[in-house]
């Protein structure tokens, strides 16, 4: 619980790691570093999530994935991602082999597994599923996310939501089946 304000590694050996129901903050300073297959489980509430203004690395292997998951493992058991700081220093979240699921709170407009605010994004090799709302949600305050070779399963909005982008979205091999829109949907677009 609380909040990391120093560079902090998760190692498979203290796994998996419970995060209580007041959630956990990255302070802008800090980076969280997570080794592969460690696994993060999120105590049953909605508003619990881990919110990134710092860094989070989380890094796993093709054999060793990093899960992030409820200690109930039902749709919206947790909160999710949060990722935002400022515009002049965002956030900065880098997903690799990473396992995303049963987060995404109550299922609102702008709820998601990973929510991305002023924050630099990266999604490689991942796989996000059994969310109760979009999968990814990228929000208008100049976010900048990458997302390549990866899996929206059964979350019950959007595989991704963007709204109002205003960088380029790089995104390469992504599929999704069972979501409750199988698609990128662009909302709010003035261009």
Same mark, same amino acid.
């Given at each position: 619980c609380g909040t990391i304000t120093a560079n902090t590694t998760w190692s498979p050996i203290n796994s998996p790691y419970v995060v209580c129901i007041g959630g956990v903050t990255i302070a802008p300073a800090a980076?969280?570093?997570?080794?592969? *297959? !460690? @696994? !993060?489980?999120?105590?049953? &509430?909605?508003a619990n999530k881990l919110t990134v203004s710092g860094a989070l690395i989380a890094s796993g292997a093709p054999t060793q994935p990093i899960t992030f998951t409820g200690v109930v493992a039902a749709p919206g058991s947790w909160g999710g991602l949060a990722a935002h700081n400022t515009a002049l220093a965002p956030a900065h979240v880098n997903l690799s082999y990473v396992t995303l699921e049963y987060g995404g709170g109550v299922n609102s407009s702008f709820g998601a597994q990973l929510y991305a605010d002023q924050a630099v994004v990266t999604i490689t090799h991942s796989l996000i599923r059994n969310g109760a709302s979009h999968g990814v949600y990228v929000a208008f305050n100049n976010p900048q996310v990458t997302v390549h070779d990866t899996r929206f399963i059964s979350n019950t909005g959007n595989a991704i939501q963007l709204n109002q982008p205003k960088h380029d979205i790089a995104m390469s091999d992504l599929s999704a089946s069972g979501? *409750? !829109?199988? &698609? !990128?949907?662009?909302? *709010?677009?003035? @261009?």
């Open positions: 980076t969280l570093k997570i080794e592969p *297959g !460690v @696994t !993060v489980q999120f105590e049953n &509430a909605t979501n *409750g !829109v199988n &698609a !990128v949907y662009i909302a *709010g677009s003035t @261009t």
